[in-house]
Each structure stands twice: as structure tokens, then as C-alpha cells.
């Protein structure tokens, strides 16, 4: 089609045959699933004192709830009992939000601890309390209790993580910081409790990424390694 000879009609109909060409993912890609889980990483006092903890977790959690009410298909994820606890305490009509967001299914509680923490240093008293005031909070002010273990910036791993997780009421576990070996794997422990395991940072992601098209690569690099076509893709600040 030359310059001159374009009509209104005629660029319409290149414009709709392009779009229909591009408009699915091409056909090696419409084998893999992707599942997005939003996330907000909150350090209890990392560089900044409680009170802009508190406040971090409001504007968080306030903003997520939003993105819920204007776009139903969003789902967030959040971890430590005791950023709730803060809110709840702190600003009560956002803490009834989010009883409601995770009742239908919006919101996801993970983690099932007070807070991320590193799992070489504490005691295992500390551990197993732990897991017992976390879960003993969600129980009994958001109706549920977490099954994914979650410690995304955690410095070190115990050996012993697979049963204080069983113990702890979780069956699976996501976490970074590992280098590059298997992204999915089974767990087991010496006693020999096992969960199932997924390392983001092995998976060429983290868990505060974001989405980008050139991200796509790693769902073909992540089936060679673990046979499998649907990958978890943690995403958030």
C-alpha cells in the first residue's frame, strides 16, 4: 500500500489484522502459567524506628485493600502476625478491611509466625513460640491459619526448617537467598519431615520484583529444571 493510495478504511483494516496477530501470546508461551502474588516486604525496624513501622504497614495494607475493592482479581500476600496486630491496634476500621478481604479470598496470610526472622541465630524456644503466637493470632482474628512458610530476606537456613515448619501448621515454604541450585524441591529434614520448597532467587526471581515482558525467560529455564509449566512470581516493594 503505497502513501497515496491509503484510506481511512484501508488503515483500519492493516491496524485489525496486525492487532489479531499480536493480540495472544505466541504459541510456545501459551503451554507455561504464571501465577502473580503481590507482595510488601516490611522490616520491623530497619533503618527507621516502630512508629514508622506502623505507619508503613498502614499505607501498605490500606493501599493493597484499595487495589481489591477497584480491581477484584487482585490478591495480596502478607506475612507477620505482629504487623496485623500493629494495625489492628493502631487503625481498627483498616484492620475490619482486611478480616473482610481475607474471608473472600483477596488477602492471604502466609508465614504463620510473629515475624520473618532469622532461623540460624534463634532458639528453637524461639521458633516454636514463633509459630505458636502467629498462628494463635490468625486463628483467632482472621479465621485462618498460614500453610506456606515465608521467610523471603532470610539470612540463613536451618536444617531442622522442614519439621519446625510441619509443627508450625505449614506444608510448603518460600524463600530467597540461596544462590542458584534446584528453584523446587522437596525438603526433608533429618527426622524426616518434608515440604515442599520454593527458592525465588533459583527461579531468577525475588521477592520484590516486578513484572517485565524480558522476565519471560525464566519460565522456559525454570521447566528444564524442574519438569513442571507453572511457576510462582512474587512481585511488589
Not at 56 to 76: C, G, H, I, L, W
Not at 208 to 223: E, K, V
Request: net charge neutral; charged share 25%.
Amino acid at each position: 500500500m503505497s502513501p497515496e493510495s491509503a484510506t481511512d478504511e484501508s488503515i483500519k483494516a492493516v491496524l485489525d489484522s496486525i492487532r489479531e496477530r499480536i493480540k495472544g501470546p505466541y504459541p510456545a508461551v501459551k503451554a507455561f502459567q504464571t501465577d502473580l502474588v503481590g507482595y510488601g516486604h516490611i522490616d520491623f525496624q530497619w533503618l527507621w524506628n516502630w512508629p514508622e513501622t506502623v505507619d508503613v504497614a498502614r499505607s501498605t495494607f490500606n493501599q493493597a485493600a484499595k487495589f481489591m475493592d477497584e480491581y477484584p482479581d487482585f490478591r495480596f500476600t502478607m506475612s507477620s502476625s505482629h504487623l496485623y496486630k500493629a494495625v489492628e491496634e493502631n487503625h481498627p476500621e483498616l484492620f475490619k478491611k482486611i478480616q473482610e478481604k481475607v474471608k473472600n479470598g483477596q488477602w492471604e496470610i502466609v508465614g504463620g509466625r510473629t515475624t520473618e526472622a532469622d532461623t540460624n541465630l534463634i532458639s528453637p524456644e524461639s521458633h516454636a513460640r514463633q509459630f505458636l503466637y502467629g498462628q494463635a493470632y490468625f486463628q483467632s482474628k482472621l479465621g485462618k491459619q498460614a500453610v506456606v512458610g515465608f521467610e523471603p530476606d532470610t539470612f540463613g537456613h536451618t536444617l531442622q526448617m522442614p519439621q519446625i515448619l510441619k509443627l508450625g501448621g505449614c506444608s510448603y515454604y518460600y524463600f530467597c537467598r540461596t544462590g542458584v541450585g534446584l528453584p523446587l524441591f522437596w525438603w526433608q529434614s533429618p527426622d524426616g519431615s518434608k515440604v515442599l520448597s520454593f527458592c525465588d532467587e533459583a527461579a531468577g526471581g525475588w521477592y520484590g520484583g516486578d513484572l517485565r515482558n524480558n522476565q519471560l525467560g525464566r519460565l522456559f529455564t525454570y521447566a528444564k529444571k524442574t519438569d513442571r509449566k507453572e511457576m510462582l512470581w512474587m512481585y511488589g516493594v
